[in-house]
Nanobody
């Protein structure tokens, strides 16, 4: 099994920054990929960003690609999401996810086998 724990959520004013972390443990492999998704109240879960743990290749949603940066530290089994210039519409529960034996960073939640419990990000105007 794989466990994912997110850290770093909180309340921030518009224009501010937050850094989310996702620590993985258990049966994890360097050939996996990881991603961030978010879900606002009353809305569908949406893709934010994803990264290949082996190559570091990353993809991001158009709505965040100029403001958010995804990265990973394989030695620490941790993935990060640096969020800058936050907007009220970024308010959501942010989830990290990990694939199993799939190194391609995917925008689809169906590509991920493991999910964290989520960390709340609230951006005030």
């Amino acid at each position: 099994q794989v466990q994912l724990v997110e850290y770093g959520g909180g309340l921030v004013q518009a224009g501010g920054s937050l850094r989310l972390s996702c620590a993985a443990s258990g049966r994890i492999f360097s050939t996996d990929s990881m991603g961030w998704f978010r879900q606002a109240p009353g809305k569908e879960r949406e893709f934010v960003a994803a990264i290949s743990l082996s190559s570091g290749r990353a993809v991001a949603a158009n709505s965040v690609e100029d403001r958010f940066t995804i990265s990973r530290d394989n030695a620490k089994n941790t993935m990060y999401l640096q969020m800058n210039s936050l907007k009220p519409e970024d308010t959501a529960l942010y989830y990290c996810a990990r694939s199993r034996f799939n190194s391609v960073p995917s925008r689809s939640p169906d590509s991920y086998a493991y999910w964290g419990q989520g960390t709340q990000v609230t951006v005030s105007s």
